[in-house]
């Protein structure tokens, strides 16, 4: 599988609430993951923050994506993807009761491979306007 396939398959899975089961396939075990938010600040491998992606759509049933970029840079083994993701909080599991509120909130993908796999996954969002926008800070 290329570097292209492998990536894509795993933003779609993680993206879509599919959870570790979905996404491990295309990570080395115990692959690393960084992100500088509050709301991710906990999080350090790619199991967890898959985990915390399919935790996310319970309170956001309707949370999905739309692709706004995806590039390969085959001689550094990275894959960059970048989105938006939209939803609105009409689901139990947040901080309080749903709020009706939705968000948009840009957000990108930086996958670094080690062979046909990812090894580590950085991830650029700003949880504080997402959070916000929810009216969950």
């Keep these: 599988m290329t570097l292209e396939r492998t990536a894509r398959s795993f933003f779609?899975?993680?993206?879509?609430?599919?959870?570790?089961?979905?996404?491990?396939?295309?990570?080395h075990d115990g692959a690393?993951?960084?992100?500088q938010s509050d709301a991710l600040a906990d999080t350090t491998t790619l199991e967890g923050y898959a985990e915390w992606m399919k935790s996310l759509l319970g309170p956001i049933p309707d949370g999905r994506y739309d692709l706004t970029a995806f590039a390969?840079?085959?001689d550094?083994?990275?894959v960059v993807?970048?989105?938006?993701?939209?939803g609105t909080q009409t689901g139990a599991g947040g901080p309080g009761a749903p709020t009706g509120k939705a968000v948009a909130s840009d957000y990108?993908?930086?996958?670094?491979?080690?062979g046909d796999r990812i090894a580590h996954m950085t991830k650029i969002w700003n949880d504080a306007q997402a959070l916000r926008?929810?009216?969950?800070?």
């Design 12 to 27: 779609e899975n993680c993206e879509t609430g599919g959870g570790w089961e979905a996404c491990r396939a295309f990570c």
């Design 32 to 35: 690393s993951f960084a992100c």
């Design 72 to 74: 390969v840079d085959a």
């Design 76 to 78: 550094r083994g990275t």
């Design 81 to 86: 993807a970048s989105a938006v993701f939209h």
């Design 108 to 114: 990108v993908y930086v996958m670094r491979f080690d």
């Design 133 to 137: 926008q929810l009216g969950w800070a």
